[in-house]
């Protein structure tokens, strides 16, 4: 998958590498959030070429918003209210 730019391969169309000793060191040196981030690629790429039926997709697309929605990790979440019988 060489062109002119020395890319020889792609991860999910988009994490390029020119090596395969630069994706080996990608893998081995790895972060919990570059992890993070592949995964969401993975499932987009997933999606993206209808791989899943309709409604695993809408379960994905709702993981993902949740997972990467800033605005709800600083929403205070109030206690459920309890009540006697």
């Given at each position: 998958?060489?062109?002119?730019?020395?890319?020889?391969?792609?991860?999910?169309?988009v994490?390029?590498?020119?090596?395969l000793?630069?994706?080996?060191?990608f893998?081995?040196?790895?972060?919990k959030?570059?992890?993070?981030?592949?995964?969401?690629?993975?499932?987009?790429?997933?999606?993206?070429?209808?791989?899943?039926?309709?409604?695993?997709?809408?379960?994905?697309?709702?993981?993902?918003?949740?997972l990467?929605?800033?605005?709800?990790?600083?929403?205070?979440?109030?206690d459920p209210?309890?009540?006697?019988?």
């Open positions: 998958m060489e062109n002119e730019e020395g890319i020889k391969g792609s991860l999910f169309n994490i390029k590498y020119k090596e000793s630069d994706l080996d060191s893998i081995n040196n790895m972060k959030d570059q992890a993070f981030y592949c995964l969401i690629q993975a499932v987009n790429y997933a999606y993206n070429n209808k791989i899943y039926t309709i409604q695993e997709s809408e379960v994905i697309s709702k993981s993902i918003r949740l990467t929605n800033q605005e709800d990790e600083n929403r205070d979440i109030p209210e309890v009540y006697n019988a």
